[in-house]
């Protein structure tokens, strides 16, 4: 009871505050009028949320915070759009409303969301704390106490559901912001058709991969007994909270392309969609943890077959310079041409390599198209700043293999000629792939640029929805760590 306390006297010492202001603070200084003032409100629960919400006499930041409200803003203008007339309560408690949206909240979970972020324990708590008060006169702040609270907790709700709890990239709490304004409007428009359930389907991501993990999430709870879903449910089961970040994850991205290509890192795997429909799957080569691939967003627009290798400095110097030292005739074998600083070829037998080091290497190398070449038959390049790309490879095998996090950040495709007809065809040219591929100048390089072009998303996902099955991934980055210590922080 002293929480509720606490609250009843916060509330009624508010709307004294705000009284105040209106009959006795200083004069005001001039101002253009609003244009629309809102109509006086007409009932006592009216005038009493109207007074709480009141800024005037302590600013809108220090208001919100007395009242406990973390969408402030969007509950403001949810009310002043109502004209101040309460949603969720009568004279007597709360109406069917306020029953339909705290059984909204009991479903977070299943949303990947935690109850308790929406205060559901204390606000289903109302009946109860309506029979211990003592009196009318502390009936009508609780009732409106309440009443903001709720609203509050479905706008944050509606906010997460959107866009997520955290910041992209920074994992800071979401400001509510011009989002707050976005949600209200979102859950008028939900009354008026008479459908909370409305709210949450407008507010949660339209993306293929969030409703198909989404829906994997529910039919994994639909097919737990009851014991084991009460389970699933619950913040510290290590399930749950794998759907929870990853759901986080997919909330973070913009609205998806009509049809576009994607990598999930974790899965070792490339899909391509087209009207929310997969229409092609690749098994793929990302890079190892130590040299990992990054997540981005970009667009194919050229690929090139029979290319030509350009080996980086790094994988020169740590990975073929050994090998070099230990038999010149390495670089032949392989296909391989040294070339120095004036783009000249170098005989690699006249370079005394006992003494080269990296710091003393100034040769580039380059491999030729070929059977042996590692970009393999064609290349798939889209603008980056990682410098990574899509590429064929001659090592065949490494497909079979379930770990696949082997490169040193390329993404290596399963069936590439599959891909590049795919991209041929959208261009009207498909008949143009195979003469670059057979004859007599089948390792004679050609560039195909591409006048559309296809979006492409590198993805880190380490749970994810298939046919309504889950799958869960190996973290093979350690990224989830950081994500759990935010939505799940160790208990004091």
């Excluded at 949810?78 to 009991?106: K, M, R, S, V």
């Excluded at 899909?271 to 229409?279: C, E």
């Excluded at 990992?292 to 967003?297: A, G």
């Excluded at 050609?446 to 869960?472: I, K, M, S, W």
Aim: proline fraction near 7%; charged fraction near 20%; charge should be positive.
């Amino acid at each position: 009871m002293a929480w509720l306390r606490n609250r009843v006297r916060a509330a009624r010492l508010l709307a004294v505050c705000a009284c105040c202001a209106l009959v006795g603070g200083a004069a005001p200084t001039l101002a253009a009028p609003p244009p629309r003032p809102a109509p006086e409100p007409t009932t006592e629960a009216g005038r009493t949320l109207k007074s709480l919400l009141d800024t005037a006499a302590l600013g809108s930041a220090a208001t919100y915070a007395h009242l406990g409200l973390r969408a402030g803003a969007g509950v403001l203008l949810f009310y002043t759009h109502n004209d101040y007339q309460p949603i969720w309560t009568q004279e007597a408690g709360w109406n069917q409303g306020a029953t339909e949206a705290l059984e909204l909240l009991a479903k977070a979970p299943e949303y990947g969301l935690c109850r308790e972020d929406y205060q559901w324990k204390q606000l289903r708590g109302l009946p109860d704390s309506l029979r211990q008060l003592a009196g009318n006169r502390q009936r009508g702040p609780l009732l409106a106490d309440f009443e903001l609270r709720l609203t509050d907790a479905l706008l944050r709700y509606g906010i997460h559901l959107r866009g997520g709890r955290r910041l992209a990239g920074t994992l800071a709490p979401e400001p509510a912001g011009s989002s707050s304004a976005e949600a209200a409007s979102r859950l008028r428009t939900a009354l008026a058709a008479g459908s909370l359930a409305g709210f949450v389907a407008e507010s949660e991501p339209t993306g293929r991969a969030y409703q198909q993990l989404r829906r994997a999430w529910a039919a994994a709870l639909a097919a737990a007994c009851p014991e084991d879903s009460a389970r699933l449910l619950t913040g510290g089961q290590a399930l749950f909270r794998q759907v929870a970040i990853n759901l986080e994850r997919l909330r973070w991205e913009a609205a998806p392309d009509s049809e576009y290509a994607v990598v999930n890192i974790p899965a070792f795997q490339l899909q391509l969609v087209r009207g929310g429909q997969v229409v092609q799957t690749h098994r793929v080569v990302v890079g190892k943890p130590e040299m990992p691939t990054p997540t981005l967003d970009s667009r194919i627009i050229v690929f090139v077959t029979s290319p030509e290798w350009r080996v980086p400095y790094s994988i020169a110097v740590n990975e073929l310079l050994p090998e070099i030292q230990r038999d010149p005739g390495f670089l032949a074998d392989n296909d391989y041409e040294l070339r120095n600083a004036a783009n000249q070829r170098v005989n690699p037998w006249r370079v005394r390599w006992q003494r080269v080091t990296p710091e003393t290497f100034h040769y580039t190398i380059r491999q030729t198209a070929g059977r042996s070449n590692a970009l393999g038959r064609v290349v798939f390049y889209f603008p980056n700043r990682h410098t990574v790309f899509l590429h064929d490879t001659p090592a065949r095998t490494v497909f079979s293999r379930p770990d696949r996090a082997l490169s040193h950040g390329c993404v290596r495709l399963e069936k590439p000629l599959a891909l590049a007809a795919y991209l041929l065809r959208r261009e009207g040219t498909e008949a143009t792939l195979r003469p670059a591929l057979s004859g007599p100048t089948r390792h004679e390089k050609r560039r195909f640029d591409l006048r559309r072009g296809l979006p492409v998303h590198f993805r880190y996902y380490t749970c994810a929805g298939e046919n309504g099955q889950l799958r869960r991934y190996a973290d093979i980055y350690g990224k989830d760590q950081a994500l759990l210590d935010a939505f799940f922080p160790p208990q004091p």
